[in-house]
């Protein structure tokens, strides 16, 4: 298994572009989050879904989309990148109490 | 979710046991003790995790009180890779909680040293 998989790894966008960060599991697992990491920080949660189809919202959802088509893959949306959404990007995929990470996507918004 | 109180930083010899400490005194009967550690640039990995029982993997060992307001995380015989930040979560079980929520705080910076 490939397990949480994420792309780009390092992307710069100009503030006011949009783009789509992608995240794939193989795992089948019906539970799926994003996160955001800034500098000297924990984890803050984004959106998750809870199956395809699903969405919600976690803490810090303004300025994100999501949506989830399939059981793989759920794609996380900045409308228009502002530089306050330079951060560490990471998605996760979750079992049973345990959750899997996948590397991370670092963005930096101009 | 309970909040966690973690050391800052914490510093540990190779090849002798690392023990991080985490306060919860405000644990809810049907929250469990989490785990997890992050490796500079890595997503987060789960270590282990518990209720009230000690629990132990081929990780590491978590002993949680027996009031449940504190628990130690111990990482039997510390390796240079296993320096990371450690993150103590409190929250209820993924079966009848919020799913996929878990909260980080700022956790504790373990470096395992020569």
């Known amino acids: 298994n490939a397990g949480v998989t994420q792309t780009p790894k390092f992307q710069v966008l100009k503030t006011g572009q949009s783009m789509t960060l992608q995240c794939a599991q193989d795992?089948?697992?019906?539970?799926m989050s994003w996160y955001r990491q800034d500098p000297g920080m924990g984890l803050r949660l984004i959106h998750y879904?809870?199956?395809?189809?699903?969405?919600d919202q976690g803490e810090v959802p303004n300025g994100y989309n999501v949506s989830r088509s399939t059981t793989e893959d759920f794609p996380l949306r900045l409308l228009s990148a502002a530089p306050s959404q330079t951060s560490v990007y990471f998605c996760?995929?979750?079992?049973?109490?345990?959750?899997?990470f996948g590397p991370g996507t670092r963005l930096t918004v101009l | 979710d309970a909040k966690t109180t973690q050391p800052t930083s914490m510093d540990c010899a190779e090849g002798r046991a690392a023990n991080l400490p985490c306060n919860h005194s405000?644990?809810?009967?049907?929250?469990?003790v989490y785990w997890y550690r992050q490796i500079h640039s890595q997503g987060p990995q789960y270590i282990i995790h518990?209720?009230?029982n000690n629990e132990t993997n081929e990780m590491a060992s978590l002993i949680i009180t027996e009031d449940r307001k504190s628990s130690t995380l111990i990482l039997p015989h510390a390796t240079l890779r296993d320096t990371a930040v450690y993150y103590c979560?409190?929250?209820?079980?993924?079966?009848?909680?919020?799913?996929?929520?878990?909260?980080f705080g700022t956790g504790t910076r373990l470096q395992v040293t020569l």
């Open positions: 518990g209720l009230k």
């Open positions: 879904s809870v199956g395809a189809g699903i969405t």
């Open positions: 996760a995929s979750s079992y049973h109490d345990t959750q899997y």
């Open positions: 405000t644990i809810s009967g049907n929250e469990y």
């Open positions: 795992m089948n697992h019906e539970y």
């Open positions: 979560i409190v929250r209820i079980s993924f079966y009848t909680g919020t799913a996929s929520k878990l909260t």
